[in-house]
């Protein structure tokens, strides 16, 4: 599908939706990025892991809702087998299925309506290993619909990480950016990129989307608090 010449490093995608005009202007937006190359598209969640199993793309940008077999259920089986990184679209702000697709793997979600440059830039961070939750709506849907921890000091899965990493494990759960969290700790960003996979390492954590997840769910970080 994609025009790229080879010898590039383009990031492979797969486009996931069951509208065809939204399917279709995904795809077409992407491939016009020089970095970035479509190489298929599905029009459910079926579809979605069948392609995704046959083309091995990097990113599969996935839709929520869809017949035969939703994003949620083709993002748990694309992410147990390993095969891709996920970024989820959704239509609503505060949508829960958002919070289930992070439960299944996703590395993260973007509105529809966002802007095409923000689109590529998604496809990109979530290649890179970043986690792209839309800011606007990241402590809001953890809030929601998190599972808090009886009151108490924080679970026993943290009692291994020094120190230094639950803060930097606190400031990753508040939204920060390893930029800001390295300005707010007096650390250069590259140390706080090698605490923060020292502690996905020790807690068994895939990204740092599960490390948000688990700064509230441990109860290292309160619901409201900024």
Do not use: W
Request: hydrophobic letters at 45%; one cysteine or more.
């Amino acid at each position: 599908m994609s025009g790229h010449s080879e010898g590039t490093t383009a990031t492979s995608v797969l486009v996931v939706d069951d509208q065809a005009l939204v399917r279709d202007g995904f795809a077409m937006i992407l491939d016009s990025q020089p970095d970035l190359a479509v190489v298929g598209t599905a029009a459910d969640g079926a579809q979605a892991v069948s392609e995704c199993a046959r083309l091995a793309p990097n990113v599969v940008l996935m839709d929520v809702r869809m017949p035969v077999m939703d994003g949620i259920e083709a993002t748990r089986r694309i992410c147990a087998a390993g095969s891709a990184k996920v970024l989820m679209l959704t239509t609503f702000d505060l949508d829960e299925y958002v919070y289930d697709a992070i439960r299944a793997g996703a590395s993260g979600f973007l509105l529809k309506d966002v802007p095409a440059s923000e689109l590529g830039h998604g496809v990109r961070a979530v290649a890179a290993g970043e986690t792209l939750l839309a800011p606007t709506v990241t402590r809001r849907l953890i809030e929601q619909f998190v599972r808090r921890p009886a009151p108490g000091r924080p679970a026993e899965r943290l009692t291994g990480l020094t120190p230094r990493e639950l803060e930097v494990l606190a400031a990753v759960g508040r939204g920060l950016s390893n930029t800001e969290v390295a300005s707010e700790l007096f650390l250069s960003e590259t140390t706080v990129k090698t605490h923060l996979g020292r502690v996905l390492a020790k807690l068994g954590l895939r990204d740092r989307v599960q490390a948000v997840v688990l700064a509230y769910e441990s109860g290292l970080i309160e619901p409201g608090f900024h």
